[in-house]
């Protein structure tokens, strides 16, 4: 299983950003989808996940301002990040807990969990 994320970059404060994570491989489903950011010096923390039946949960810091969606066909997550500001500047990861997953031989397992390579967003004041 590979997590491929896209759509960071820079913006002005105010402004928007749309990420994109595609998850490939053996991969029967996947429940929980997620997008977590790391700012030099901080931890890693959760940013937003979303589950395959559209439970959304999101960090207070960008609830109202970001929105998290999925397409289950196609296996991806978005986020869209409005009202961007300067303190949203961090790397951005997405992240599949425990996605279903079938082997060669067609057995189905929970696998581990996965995480993108990330994607800098940098917000300028």
């Known amino acids: 299983v590979q997590l491929q994320a896209s759509g960071g970059g820079l913006a002005q404060a105010g402004g928007s950003l749309r990420l994109s994570c595609a998850a490939s491989?053996?991969?029967?489903?996947?429940?929980?989808m997620g997008w977590y950011r790391q700012a030099p010096g901080n931890q890693r923390e959760l940013v937003a996940n979303?589950?395959?039946?559209?439970?959304?949960n999101y960090a207070d810091s960008v609830k109202g301002r970001f929105t998290i969606s999925r397409d289950n066909a196609k296996n991806t997550v978005y986020l869209q990040m409005n009202s961007l500001k300067p303190e949203d500047t961090a790397v951005y990861y997405c992240?599949?807990?425990?996605?279903?997953?079938?082997?060669?031989?067609?057995?189905?397992?929970?696998?581990?969990?996965?995480w993108g390579k990330g994607t800098q967003v940098t917000v300028s004041s």
């Open positions: 491989g053996r991969i029967v489903s996947i429940n929980d």
């Open positions: 979303i589950t395959n039946g559209g439970s959304t």
């Open positions: 992240n599949a807990p425990s996605p279903l997953i079938r082997d060669e031989n067609g057995s189905e397992y929970y696998g581990m969990t996965y």
